[in-house]
C-alpha cells in the first residue's frame, strides 16, 4: 500500500463548497466526503451571556453559522497538489473566517478502491 493522508478541510466559506469540491475532483482526482459541522466558538457565540462573559464573546462571534468539514483519503505525493487546490479556491486561507486544512498519517484503509 502507498502511504496514504487523511486530507480535512474545514470550509467556514461555504458559498465556495461547489467550486471547491469541482476543482478538487478536476485536479487531484480523488472523492471526498462533505459534513455539515458547528466550530466550537461558534456554538459558543450563541451561549447566553449567563455562561460566557460578555467581554469574551465579541472575540469568539464568527460571520458563519456552520462550516462544511471536507474529508479524503489521499496519496502521501498528492498532498502538495491537494493545497495548492484548496488555495485556489479560498485565495488566503490563513484570513479569519475562512478556513483550516490539515493532513494526518492513514495507518490502515479497509473498503477504499484504489
Known sequence: MKNKV???VVLNETELLDDLLLKFSDEVGQA????DSVGMAQ???????TKIFSTIKPLIISNH????TIYSVIPEEDLDLARQTVRS???DIG???TG???A??????????E
Open 6 to 8: 487523511l486530507f480535512m
Open 32 to 35: 471526498a466526503t462533505v459534513i
Open 43 to 49: 456554538h459558543l457565540s450563541q451561549l447566553d451571556e
Open 65 to 68: 453559522t456552520e462550516n462544511k
Open 89 to 91: 479556491v479560498l485565495k
Open 95 to 97: 484570513k479569519p473566517d
Open 100 to 102: 483550516i486544512m490539515f
Open 104 to 113: 494526518v498519517p492513514v495507518l490502515f484503509q479497509e473498503g477504499i478502491r
